[in-house]
């Protein structure tokens, strides 16, 4: 059975920091992606990795967010993958979710708040 669960949001001030977490098993998972949905906005991609290292980021969170994955875990496929957040803004309010690239799998989402 195909699991992605997140973990780490929360309630933040403008300014600081959170890590969320996306645990995937039941599956080989190539590529991860981190997405959000705002309130009345469509989801829009965060940022993503593939087990081979490439990562790619939104323009609006460049230089605030990182996307990494376990090192321990064997670099032939994901088992979890992180996305730290710094620098957070109010407008970075939003349900953050994990997706699963090659089988369009996602997971239920965790909330993020940053307040001004």
């Known amino acids: 059975q195909v699991q992605l669960v997140e973990s780490g949001g929360g309630l933040v001030q403008a300014g600081g920091s959170l890590r969320l977490s996306c645990a995937a098993s039941?599956?080989?998972?190539?590529?991860i992606d981190w997405y959000r949905q705002a309130p009345g906005s469509q989801r829009e991609l965060v940022a993503g990795?593939?087990?081979?290292?490439?990562?790619?980021?939104?323009?609006?969170v460049k230089g605030r967010f990182t996307i990494s994955r376990d090192d321990a875990e064997n670099a032939v496929q994901l088992h979890r993958v992180y996305l730290q957040m710094n620098s957070l803004k109010p407008e970075d309010t939003a349900v953050y979710f994990c997706h699963a690239r090659a089988t369009n799998f996602w997971g239920q989402g965790t909330q993020v708040t940053v307040s001004s």
């Open positions: 039941g599956a080989t998972f190539s590529a």
């Open positions: 990795i593939t087990s081979g290292g490439t990562i790619n980021y939104a323009d609006s």
